[in-house]
């Protein structure tokens, strides 16, 4: 019977952007200032890499520094120490207006509460990261028309989100995702409001965008969801405390 490879996750640092990574870390520490006396260390000098094309599931328990690593990834907030490159671009040190640019131009957001605006089609929701792009409007159009249709909402695409059931409102997030071409898609939590089977459906879509070349980040508590991934990172106590491949993957 086959055995999971273990990944040693004691990497050295790097003082140049990495070859064949998405997704470099190095000595990245997250730490927040409680009061005057007090730090909470979030991240303690994370080492990671993330191949493009994979297909990774980030785990771990309340509090374990998952979520401070999902946001330091998705350019969301910035390191207090350490460096991180995504697309052999060093992002750890840009500021606000330039971690905006990253995030709109490299990173496709799916969250667990959708994010959808209540009064706009699934169209206008899909078209808004163009928008933000200065897309013109008859290739934005063009593009969010051809995401929702991906993903299976082509019959849908001029209801609002109250017209729409959970797992519809999921699939335009994952078009809105898509549509600017991202590096990576950043999935947190992405089934956590939906049934299961919905929520299979939806993992189901993210295998597909995957098998399409996509490299997928998902950020989950649920080990049935984890299970989906090739690759599952565990992080406790601000540390990576194990990083499994699956056989064959």
């Known amino acids: 019977m086959a055995t999971a490879e273990v990944i040693n996750i004691s990497q050295p640092p790097v003082s140049a952007a990495p070859d064949h990574c998405m997704i470099a870390t190095v000595d990245l520490w997250k730490t927040y200032d409680m009061d005057s006396e007090q730090q909470v260390h979030a991240l303690r000098g994370v080492n990671l890499r993330i191949e493009r094309n994979e297909y990774v599931a980030i785990m771990g328990p309340s509090g ?12 969301l907030d ?15 040190e840009l500021d606000d207006d330039e971690l905006a640019r990253i995030r709109n131009k490299e ?3 799916v969250f667990q509460t959708f994010n959808l605006l209540a009064r706009a089609t699934a169209l206008h929701n899909v078209e808004l990261p163009l928008i933000y792009a200065g897309i013109p409007t008859e290739e934005r159009v063009q593009r ?3 995401a929702l249709t991906s993903v299976g909402m082509e019959t849908r695409m001029m209801h609002k989100p109250n017209e729409l059931s959970g797992g519809q409102r999921q699939r335009v997030a994952i078009a809105r995702a898509l549509v600017n071409r991202p590096s990576i898609i950043l999935a947190d939590e992405p089934t956590g409001n939906l049934d299961s089977q919905t929520g299979n459906e939806i993992m189901a879509v993210l ?27 565990n992080i406790r106590d601000g540390v990576i405390a194990g990083d499994v491949r699956k056989p064959g993957r």
Request: proline residues 2%; glycine residues 8%.
């Open 144 to 146: 969010a028309k051809e």
């Open 78 to 92: 910035s390191p207090t120490k350490g460096q991180y490159w995504l697309n052999n671009q060093q992002v750890s």
């Open 64 to 75: 374990s520094g998952k979520s401070t690593l999902m946001n330091l990834i998705g350019c």
């Open 107 to 109: 990173i496709g957001f």
């Open 207 to 233: 295998d597909r965008l995957h098998a399409q070349g996509n490299t997928i980040v998902l950020v989950t508590h649920e080990h049935d969801i984890a299970e989906y991934a090739h690759r599952v990172i």
